[in-house]
């Protein structure tokens, strides 16, 4: 089953679909607003929290 989830600012946006239990993440932003390297750095940071929350939730 789909679970398809977006959160939404004014100048970048997260949307996230579980495909086969994998979580897949598009993240969508403003330029000049949001450079790459901080849309990126962004993105990662999210990734972290979410392994560190699931490794959390497994224990």
Do not use: F, H
């Not at 932003?29 to 999210?46: F, G, M, N, V």
């Amino acid at each position: 089953m789909d679970r398809r989830r977006t959160v939404s600012a004014p100048s970048i946006s997260v949307s996230a679909v579980t495909v086969n239990g994998q979580l897949c993440l598009t993240v969508q932003y403003a330029t000049p607003i949001w450079p790459d390297e901080k849309a990126e750095a962004y993105a990662d940071d999210l990734v972290a929290m979410l392994e560190m929350m699931a490794k959390g939730a497994a224990a």
